[in-house]
T-cell receptor
Framework: RKEVEQDPGPFNVPEGATVAFNCTYS??????FFWYRQDCRKEPKLLMS???SGNEDGRFTAQLNRASQYISLLIRDSKLSDSATYLC???????????FGSGTQLTVLP | EAGVVQSPRYKIIEKKQPVAFWCNPI?????LYWYRQNLGQGPELLIR????????DSQLPKDRFSAERLKGVDSTLKIQPAELGDSAVYLC?????????????FGSGTQLSVL
């Protein structure tokens, strides 16, 4: 089993739609969780950290479920500019090393 | 403020040739990472430096890969000899202190094609 697993997609949604991605992780000792965004042929950039109580940043909401060992990202009112690959990132147990998922590809259609 | 700078942006070589990538992290960032990203996959850590010390190189194929960060600032990653399977994007990243809850800043990467 991979340490971090994501549905690769692609997710093709119309503008204005709400879309959600899930990510599961295998190490129950993991403490740090993130979503990174990667545009085509560009480097990954931090989208948001994921906190235990859940957190929101504009149209983006991230949630953590420790019992089931998954994190989610919800995007409301999708924009064309949201088209990208979304990478789930989890630290490896208590270690500082971060493990990236393979990413979920999102295309927002006009 | 300049971000993480990498060069070259692209590199095409024949198998068995050597190749080197250079990275200059954000000023003041103590921790530097080299990642490899294959098409359709997430970045995979090759090596992590805290200042000039390699603190995690468990994923670095040491038979052909080497890295250095001599003065704790910029870094070089080398492959010798390159194999076809080394074709990938090599990403350098830096962070302030290297704690697990820190934001990573990535460079634009070097896309390597081994023919």
């Amino acid at each position: 089993r991979k340490e971090v697993e994501q549905d690769p997609g692609p997710f093709n949604v119309p503008e204005g739609a709400t879309v959600a991605f899930n990510c599961t992780y295998s190490n129950s000792a993991s403490q740090s969780f993130f979503w990174y965004r990667q545009d085509c042929r560009k480097e990954p950039k931090l989208l948001m950290s994921v906190y235990s109580s859940g957190n929101e940043d504009g149209r983006f909401t991230a949630q953590l479920n420790r019992a089931s060992q998954y994190i989610s990202l919800l995007i409301r009112d999708s924009k064309l500019s949201d088209s990208a690959t979304y990478l789930c990132v989890v630290n490896r147990g208590s270690a500082r090393q971060l493990t990236f998922g393979s990413g979920t590809q999102l295309t927002v259609l006009p | 403020e300049a971000g993480v700078v990498q060069s070259p942006r692209y590199k095409i070589i024949e198998k068995k040739q050597p190749v080197a990538f250079w990275c200059n992290p954000i000023s003041g960032h103590n921790t530097l990472y080299w990642y490899r990203q294959n098409l359709g996959q997430g970045p995979e850590l090759l090596i992590r430096y805290e200042n000039e010390e390699a603190v995690d190189d468990s994923q670095l194929p040491k038979d052909r890969f080497s890295a250095e960060r001599l003065k704790g600032v910029d870094s070089t990653l080398k492959i010798q000899p390159a194999e076809l399977g080394d074709s990938a994007v090599y990403l350098c990243a830096s962070s302030l202190e290297g704690t697990s809850n820190e934001k990573l800043f990535f460079g634009s990467g070097t896309q390597l094609s081994v023919l």
